[in-house]
């Protein structure tokens, strides 16, 4: 989960990141976790971050340069604060059983989502939170990066979702559901709440409920 907003400005300060920047940030699968990392640029409020399409495939596959050098950056002083609006947790999400007042978009796989298939960490139990929809963060790509913002805007629609929607996105541990929270915002939606203790502590507690196919 989230780091403390000074853990967070001293590990990327370490990286000569400041507040002065424009972050670009990638990964090697195209994406997958560097929508984690924009969003928490975002929640400790830095505007300047974006994600490269595609990601290191599509940078190769353009053409472009490879380094193994690492530079020795001067440590640089990022102002991160927290933005709260942007995090949801657990007690709001059980408050949530009752009153329904979110949507919540689950970015694992439908199987999981329905209880079908069993969960990566041993002894966790598949299934979903009431008032929840299947979100497969991959439905949401095309060659490893997203599609575009009028596919995801029709696919919001399919879902009978709209910008008055109360949205929180959600996922195994916290990383794919930023790439729904990516995609929303690509789609031209406000920025939504994330969930950042996920499934892994949701399914884990002894105080929530957990919906199969047949519930």
């Known amino acids: 989960?989230?780091?403390t907003a000074a853990e967070f400005a001293d590990a990327v300060g370490k990286?000569?990141?400041?507040?002065?920047?424009?972050?670009?940030?990638?990964?090697?699968?195209?994406?997958?976790?560097?929508?984690?990392v924009w969003w928490m640029f975002k929640v400790f409020g830095h505007p300047g971050v974006r994600v490269l399409d595609g990601g290191?495939?599509?940078?190769?596959?353009?053409?472009?340069?490879?380094?193994?050098?690492?530079?020795?950056?001067?440590?640089a002083n990022l102002d991160a604060q927290l933005n709260p609006a942007l995090l949801i947790d657990k007690a709001a999400l059980q408050a949530n059983c009752t009153s329904g007042e979110f949507i919540v978009l689950d970015a694992r796989s439908e199987a999981r989502f329905l209880g079908l298939a069993p969960e990566p960490r041993p002894g966790l139990p598949s299934g979903h939170m009431p008032h929840s929809r299947s979100l497969p963060y991959d439905s949401l790509l095309k060659n490893g990066a997203l599609k575009p913002a009028?596919?995801?805007?029709?696919?919001?629609?399919?879902?009978?979702l709209s910008q008055d929607s109360r949205v929180v996105t959600s996922c195994g541990s916290g990383v794919t559901a930023a790439v729904i929270a990516l995609a929303l915002v690509e789609a031209g939606w406000p920025m939504?709440?994330?969930y950042d203790g996920a499934w892994a502590e949701w399914a884990?507690?002894?105080?929530?409920?957990l919906l199969?196919?047949?519930d």
């Open 1 to 3: 989960m989230l780091p």
């Open 15 to 36: 990286l000569g990141v400041g507040s002065q920047h424009e972050v670009v940030v990638y990964d090697t699968a195209g994406l997958f976790s560097a929508a984690r």
């Open 56 to 75: 290191l495939p599509a940078w190769i596959g353009d053409g472009g340069s490879l380094t193994a050098n690492v530079p020795d950056y001067p440590f």
């Open 150 to 160: 009028q596919e995801l805007r029709e696919m919001l629609a399919e879902m009978r």
């Open 192 to 194: 939504p709440a994330l």
């Open 204 to 209: 884990s507690a002894s105080d929530t409920q």
């Open 212 to 214: 199969t196919e047949q």
